[in-house]
């Protein structure tokens, strides 16, 4: 199963709207996961994300505290502690940093895994909604942070987590000499040698098939006439939701002239098979890296 899809907790999306709900999870069992500037804190010697009880968190302030959800152990709530100072004192002479969940994600158990990036993507939301899209007054967090709403009187709209969707890509083609080949590229900023799938943001209006027959076309000037649904993964990195389809060109020729991509090429499964991996320091083609809805894309078609 592709990772941080391994989510197991009950999210009570009725009963967090009561604030009176929501208190008595906090008084009774209640775990903290904190961010700070987008990353997660962590237990390095153990990895393991860090969970810190109630009486852990007196220091910092839950006004906007994020409820995640329940399981039979605990309830869970995410802070963004990006502001505060009390964060030093918890990290001094401790195993525990602040880490990107990209970095330490696969080391995690899958289950918090995807419970620390929903705690990540939903304290970036907060952090770039706090005014009103439609009047520019501020807004307040409201539903155990799964929602805000603006303290405009004259307006009071409100505002829900966002996620976008995005398509990501492995087309195939048969060769005249009978190999089926997969398109990759690369762009500029990635490490060196590293080829992925090629996605896109859908565009209002338009249905993920056409999403990936058109961005296919902008990146590369490929044709595509067969596309075919794989599987989904959320990438809140920082808002994204990963829609990963195969599908079939019906051109061959790789114009990247018209976007962003550094390199484009066609490769086959015996090529696959040597490429390096995106942390490796050699020379030469790498994969996406593990954890990713490209890399497993890959590694379905391969394994056809």
Known sequence: MLHYTHMHLNRASNERKDRQWITRQINANSRWLLIDKDRNLVNVATSELHLLELDQVQEFDKRNAVFLGVDQQYNYFALDVSSSAATLSLLQDSPLEFVD???IGLQLDPKMASVGVLARGLCYWHKT???CGRCGYTNESIEAGHARRCQNDQCQHMT??????AVIMLIT????????RCLMGRQASWPEGVYSTLAGFVDPGETLEQAVIREVKEEADIDV???????????????????GFIGKASSTEINI????LEDAQWFSREQLDT??????SSTGYKLTRPDSISRYLVEYWRAK
Do not use: K
């Not at 829900?160 to 969707?165: K, L, N, Y």
């Not at 490429?275 to 490796?280: E, L, P």
């Open 173 to 180: 083609h048969t060769f005249d000499d009978g190999i089926e």
């Open 160 to 165: 829900f987590p966002r996620t976008d969707p």
């Open 275 to 280: 490429f390096g991996q995106w942390s490796d």
């Open 101 to 103: 969940m990209r970095h």
């Open 225 to 243: 006439v067969e596309v075919e649904y794989i599987a989904s993964q959320p990438w809140p990195f920082p808002s994204s939701l990963m829609l």
């Open 257 to 260: 002239d018209q976007d962003d």
């Open 129 to 131: 909604h706090r005014f």
